[in-house]
């Protein structure tokens, strides 16, 4: 990605199950976490959540001008703003079968990072935050 080119499917999938490895041990030893990663499609959410009961996937939403806005103000990121288109056309909302909700996150990073805690904590998802 800092080259520019955009990660395939072959490229996400042992870094996918690294981090469901992770998610197995928080559990495992009882410790509520928070992972984020662009987990854009629903078979990558899939591998996230596969034997993870406790996974529940927080959406995050914004007009794609805000977002390249956003990106735009990185400093030292690996993934360049050019990147952002075909990071859109992959990305596949929700399914009714997946656990979780969508956060419109149009405030201040650390105003939607409240509203996610207290979601999770209503839908008992996490003790603190």
């Not at 735009?72 to 360049?80: E, L, N, V, W």
Request: charged share 20%; hydrophobic share 40%.
């Amino acid at each position: 990605m800092a080259k520019g080119i955009a990660l395939t499917d072959g490229d996400r999938w042992s870094w996918l199950d690294s981090i469901a490895a992770w998610i197995g041990v928080q559990e495992s030893i009882g410790t509520d976490c928070i992972v984020t990663c662009s987990a854009l499609r629903q078979a990558y959410r899939d591998v996230l959540r596969r034997n993870h009961l406790s996974v529940c996937f927080v959406h995050l939403v914004a007009p794609p001008e805000v977002i390249a806005l956003r990106l735009s103000h990185r400093i030292g990121h690996f993934m360049p703003s050019s990147l952002l288109p075909s990071q859109l056309e992959l990305l596949e909302s929700l399914g009714p079968s997946e656990p979780g909700f969508t956060v419109t996150t149009a405030e201040l990073p650390e105003d939607t990072a409240d509203r996610i805690c207290v979601m999770l904590r209503e839908h008992g998802r996490l003790a603190e935050c």
